[in-house]
Every structure is written in C-alpha cells, then in structure tokens.
C-alpha cells in the first residue's frame, strides 16, 4: 500500500539517451524545519520553494493543529507563528504518515510546552523507533506513552517546568539532535548536544536565521552545540534550495544509462549532505559542478551527469555515511552498473529507515541478478559493469520511496524492465519524479 492510498505498480525499461535539465524540488530536510520554526517565531514567516511532498504536507497540518496559520497564496507559503511556548493543545491526533523528520522534531518541538499530544503514523512510521527521541526528551521533563519498543501511535505531555539538558547523541541522527535543540528552546538556560559525527546541520543554521543564540564547536568529544533557550524568534524569509537527495535520481540515471548527459541546477552541496557525489567522483563518474556559487549562505552549484562507463566500485568511507545517509539505495544501483565491488561500511541506521534498506536493496538487486553481501552494519555489491544487470525482476518498495525510486533508475540500465510493486510513497519527497523523468526521455510507466 502506498502511505496515502491504493498501491501504485510502476516499471521502468531500458532507455535511450537521457538528456536535458532536471528542476527538482524543495529540501525536504529544509521544508520541514522552515514550517515548524516559522511555527515558532512571532508573526509572518514567509517561504518559497517549499517542497510540497506529502512528508512536508502533513507537517504543514501538524503546525496548524498546534495553532500556527500556514497557508499558501500564489507560489508563496506563509506561516503566522505563536512564539516559543505558544503551541495549543491539538484537538485531534497528529498523522505524520511516513515522516520520521516530521513526528521527531514535532515531538522535539512541543516537548517543553504543558500540552499533550498524540502522534502516530502509517506502517511504515509506525516500525521505526522512537525511544531515540523520547529519551532525551524525558530529561527535559516531557512524558511519553507509546507502543510497546517505543512505537507510534505515541502521547507526549510536554514539560510543566523544563530545566535544559545537555545530551550526547547515542546514534548519528540530525533528527534526534534536531528534536532536542527545538525542545531546548523552550527551556531556561543552555541545552547542549554533543554528536561524535557530524550531521546535517540545518537546524543549527536556521536557528541561528531566526535569531536564536546556538554555537557549534568542534572538541575532542565531537560537535558540541549549545543552544540559549527561551528566546524570542524573529519571522524570516526563506528561499528554500533544491534537495540534493532527489538530484541524486537524475544523477545516477545519467550516469548508467548510456549517451546521457543531464544538467540539475543548483543543488545545494552543503558538506553534510554532499557525500554521494564525491563518492561517485572517486568511482570515475563524469559529474561535474558548473557555476559554483553560494546560496542563501549553503555552497551550491548545477550537477552535470553524462553516461559514465568507466565506473569502479570503492570503499565508501564509513565516515562519510552521515553525509549520505538517504543516497545509500541509489549509490548501491550505480555499484551494480560499475566494474568490481562496492563496499559500504558503517551504515547500521540505514536498517531504521523507511524500511530496512539494507535488506530491501539486497533483496531486490538478487532478484534483478546482482550478487549482494550483508552484515549488521555493512553491505558490498558486486558489480556487473555497465549494461551488465538482468534485471527482469518484481521488487518491493516496503513503503519507502529511496527504495521505489532507486529501483525505478536500475531498470532504465537492465537488459530486462525491473517491476515495482508500489510506487505511491514518492509522493513522500518527490511529487514531479515521473513527470521529470519522462522530461528527461526516461522509460517509467504506471501499471495498470
Ligand atoms: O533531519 C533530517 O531532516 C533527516 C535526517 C536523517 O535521518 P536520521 O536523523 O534518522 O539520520 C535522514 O535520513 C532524513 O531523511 C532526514
Ligand atoms: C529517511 C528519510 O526520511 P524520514 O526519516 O524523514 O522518514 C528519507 O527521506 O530518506
């Protein structure tokens, strides 16, 4: 089933070249952030660009059920914000369908307020664990009620007197690290949150843009940030940049798909998100960046991907993953369409995802012909060389779109057209990829 309907059945087969510009949307990680701070400042913040995926959509709602007016007019989002500690008390239960962005900083965000709230999520959402949040979100004071494991549908009442906390990340997680800097904000005094590896860093800059006090500084222990809780957020407006994450599809497909050559402007490359393109370079990718530039303070540039065939698999560095985190699915398609083994260390979160993509990946690329080792923590594809995968397989997307998309690209490379059982969770991060992709000259069909 898709997160929001009947199940989507989708196939892709061997393409002719793929060529011209891809525009893909809004930052997820981004829109979520800009909804929930504007959420939080006092009076009108104003955004553009917004990815309007159903992730980003149903934190929209969750803001308006907490009080915030958000509403769009023109190309234009506005969010009327109540203020740090002016979140009402919902009347209904909080749906973050497939979002662990969205349920963990809301929870984050609503922790030290004297409010409860019920959040749950679609089955997906409702397998992933919670605990990581809530544990340090009891230290402010906030109370949580869930499924057994820590699993939605979950309660939190929020602190009746929050005292800040200072908190070491026990995984790499910009979500936990996110949902404890926004509780901080309603907490007297300074929370700090130290993580041993870097991660997206969004929050701590768009804190700092609306005008929150919040230091990052890098000890022997890691990051260490520290956040002045209890103050006044000022309305920004915000420019929200295109999400590397959906440029990675166009990317990869160009890159295996013989004769292709692919422009996809200005993606931001922020250093923690940026770690699949530099991985592709160091295989012999033919990805370039052309007009390098700054945007809104992020380093950007447009990513130009021609068919790339002389491809080798590497070690991807363990302590790259944070950087890469959702590219895992589609870098371990362009592995299978390189020359030797790609192996993939460190990755033990990627089993927490949507679906544990670890095993979604495997399973799906045995069954295009692809050979595929795993351990807890680690993976390693074998590849078969450009044109190489059979493919010819029916995979299943477990709810999650990396896995629907990343199989959707192997097929435009396999000899044989690779079937998906639900494409409908796209929709999640990336509602134009089909239209997009036939833009481009992909071979991607809806079943009937
Ligand atoms: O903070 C964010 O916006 C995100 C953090 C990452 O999750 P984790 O915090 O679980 O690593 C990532 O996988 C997700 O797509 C978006
Ligand atoms: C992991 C992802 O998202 P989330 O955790 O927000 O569900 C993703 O988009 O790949």
Redesign the pocket.
Known sequence: MSSHGEPIPMKSSRSGPLRGTAEVPGD??IS??ALILGALAVGETTITGLLEGQDVLDTAAAMRAFGAEVEKRGETWHVHGVGVGGFAEPDRVIDCGNS??GV??IMGAMATTPIAATFTGDASLAKRPMARVTDPLALFGARAYGRSGGRLPMTIRGAEAPVPVRYATP????????AVLLAGLGAPGETVVIEREA??D??ERMLAGFGAQVSTEVTDEGRVITLVGQPELRPQSLAVPRDP?SAAFPVCAALITEGSDVLVPNIGLNPTRAGLFETLREMGADLTYENEREEGGEPAADLRARFSPNMRGIEVPAERA?SM??EYPVLSVVAACAEGATHMPGVR?LR??ESDRIDAMATGLRACGVSVEEGPDWWTVQGRGPGGVPGGAMVQSHLDHRIAMSFLVLGLAARAPVQVDDGGPIATSFPIFEPLMAGLGAEIVREA
């Open positions: 997820k990680s979520h952030r662990g962005t963990r900083l995984v790499p997680s910009a979500q936990v690290k996110s991660t997206r969004h929050s994450s944070a985190i959702d979160e927490v995802k």
